[in-house]
């Protein structure tokens, strides 16, 4: 383990997506691929994949549950990698301040509009 001034990844496991508010997991969702979103979803934990469904939009949701039933035969190594690629993406909205840690939970956080 190195302990230099940049941290590894903020998230460790796909289970603290939990964790996220609504407004976090939007952000999420919407910076995520669709295909992404539908491999990541046949490994990870069941809450967490139906909260991340409950924010997206119909259209996006559905499109995101065609994926997953055509994409059950695909190696676990590929699923796998797109849940870390979630954690990865997730990390990078919250260097980008759009997602905020306090304690163990994490809130989206309003954006500007100016």
Sequence with gaps: ????DKEE????????LSFFDNLALF???????????????LVGD?????SMLG???SKRRAFVH????????????KKHAAAQ???IIADGLIQRNLIRKQGK??????????
């Design 27 to 41: 952000y999420l969702c919407n910076e995520t691929p669709p295909q992404t979103l539908a491999l990541a979803f």
């Design 1 to 4: 383990m190195s302990g230099e």
């Design 105 to 114: 939970f994490y809130f989206g956080t309003e954006r500007a509009g100016s």
């Design 85 to 87: 690629g979630l954690l």
């Design 55 to 57: 924010v997206m939009d």
């Design 66 to 77: 065609e994926l997953m039933s055509k994409q059950n035969d695909v190696p676990d190594e």
């Design 46 to 50: 069941k809450k967490v994949c139906g």
């Design 9 to 16: 990844l903020t998230l460790k496991s796909f289970e603290e």
